[in-house]
């Protein structure tokens, strides 16, 4: 056994020198200083007295007995000091031991140096105190079993305390705007008193390091799960912020960006809406959201326009004022706001006016008004004698690719034939066409509601009894 520690001891003074000769050329250049770099001032380290007193071995030898006494990882360790210089022999069960001896020796006054010359022990007897040491452990767990059973009711009392006050729905829904806050609101309260529960039952069986790991890890997961999941939490909270802003109605008419269809229901993840094609189109919240958002149902009152271009010869204030009277006489068309007519542009063969009219879509389709208007008008201005000229082009030629004389006569009797203009009959009455059928259409108005009423997993975050934005 001697022997074996002697190979020991003298393998890992050749391992200790080997690590100095790798690691001291590193050392002293990192530590010489640079041209631009202060010269790092040393501390001079304490003298060693030089007088020798017997008695201040003794003294030492004395004291690091008493303390190694009073540890039982210091059962088999030997000493010795001999002018100030501890020699520190014998075994250690752990190997972190080893390091903490050399410590308490070297705080001891007096002391000039330490020779540490401890082992580990691995021989069997050792492994088998670790193996009490473990009976012992697991002596005292069981001995704690009462209290982490008293913990554990805690904590589901707690926990059953937390979700009873999380139930309370009526009292939720009275604090909050609706019905979706209201679930969060109970969810967070449940949430509380748990984790409270789980504080009281580790700090009552003594694990108060414990709850600091666990919280510790909590908080860094929960920020990785953040970030991996922003998108998602960004929706969550726009569906939050849609539910208190309220901006539509179940079944208004919106254009969300380009998007456009009547609102079906707002979740907790998208926004819901049937397109006038009757197809579902879901929007995320978040979306929607940031969204420039038209609302069409919101004032029943609507304007519609058109353009019509009428003949640069004619004279546009009498169409301004003849397609005015005309939009007036229509029944669908409002009278307040009257309708309107605007000159915009004088085009390359005619004169562009624009011609605006309000109308109220609880009474009129706004597309039915729009296409009932536009032929109503165009046959006013026909009637009335305006030209609605198709794009004329005039083309010039180069005089230089004159034709030759017999084709220039043909050519000069075919142009006066051409310029010479036809009689001009008059223009026909536009036949009386019966009113149009300019009701609402409300098709998918009608789709919307039956889909409402079906049951579906989605709740439906519209408050009808809240203001809305």
Not at 203 to 221: E, K, Q, R, S, T
Request: hydrophobic share 50%; charged share 20%; glycine share 8%.
């Amino acid at each position: 056994m001697m022997g074996s520690r002697s190979i020991l001891k003298t393998f890992l003074s050749a391992l200790a020198a080997l690590v100095a000769v790798v690691t001291l050329p590193g050392i002293a250049s990192a530590q010489l200083p640079t041209a631009s770099a202060s010269p790092t001032p040393t501390v001079a380290a304490p003298a060693i007295d030089t007088s020798t007193d017997p008695n201040t071995d003794t003294r030492i030898a004395q004291r690091l007995r008493g303390i190694f006494g009073e540890l039982p990882a210091y059962t088999n360790v030997q000493l010795r000091v001999s002018d100030g210089v501890v020699t520190l022999s014998g075994s250690v069960a752990d190997a972190a031991d080893i390091d903490r001896a050399e410590a308490i020796a070297s705080r001891v006054e007096g002391v000039v140096t330490v020779e540490n010359g401890l082992t580990r022990d691995a021989s069997l007897g050792e492994g088998l105190n670790a193996i009490g040491a473990l009976s012992g452990k697991l002596r005292g767990l069981v001995n704690m079993l009462p209290l982490i059973g008293l913990a554990l009711a805690v904590a589901l009392l707690i926990a059953m305390v937390g979700y009873l006050l999380g139930g309370f729905g009526r009292l939720w829904h009275r604090i909050a705007p609706n019905g979706f806050l209201a679930e969060l609101i109970g969810s967070a309260v449940r949430f509380v008193f748990v984790l409270l529960g789980i504080v009281v039952a580790l700090d009552m069986v003594g694990a108060g390091a414990l709850l600091g790991a666990v919280l510790g890890g909590a908080g860094v997961i929960g920020i990785a799960l953040g970030f991996a999941m922003r998108d998602l939490i960004e929706n969550y909270v726009a569906s939050i912020m849609l539910s208190v802003r309220q901006p539509f109605r179940a079944n208004d008419h919106v254009l969300i960006d380009d998007l456009e269809g009547r609102v079906i229901r707002l979740t907790s993840r998208a926004t819901v809406l049937m397109t006038l094609d009757g197809n579902h189109l879901r929007i995320p919240n978040s979306t929607v959201f940031k969204a420039v958002i038209v609302n069409y149902t919101r004032n029943p009152q609507r304007r519609f326009d058109f353009a019509l271009g009428v003949d640069a010869d004619d004279d546009p204030r009498a169409a301004r004022r003849l397609g005015r009277d005309t939009l007036a006489g229509l029944p669908f068309v409002l009278a307040d706001p009257a309708p309107e007519a605007r000159i915009e542009e004088v085009g390359d063969s005619n004169i562009v006016i624009r011609f605006l009219a309000w109308i109220d879509q609880t009474e009129a389709d706004f597309f039915k008004a729009r296409s009932n208007a536009i032929p109503a008008v165009k046959d006013a201005l026909e009637a009335a004698g305006f030209g609605l000229p198709e794009p004329i082009y005039r083309l010039r030629f180069d005089p230089r690719s004159a034709k030759l004389p017999l084709e220039t006569e043909a050519m000069a009797e075919t142009t006066s034939a051409a310029t010479i203009p036809p009689p001009v009959s008059p223009a026909p009455k536009p036949a009386a066409h019966p009113d149009e059928d300019v009701t609402p259409a409300d098709e998918i108005a009608g789709m919307v509601a039956a889909e409402r009423r079906a049951e579906t997993k989605d709740k439906d975050l519209l408050d009808s009894g809240r203001p809305i934005e």
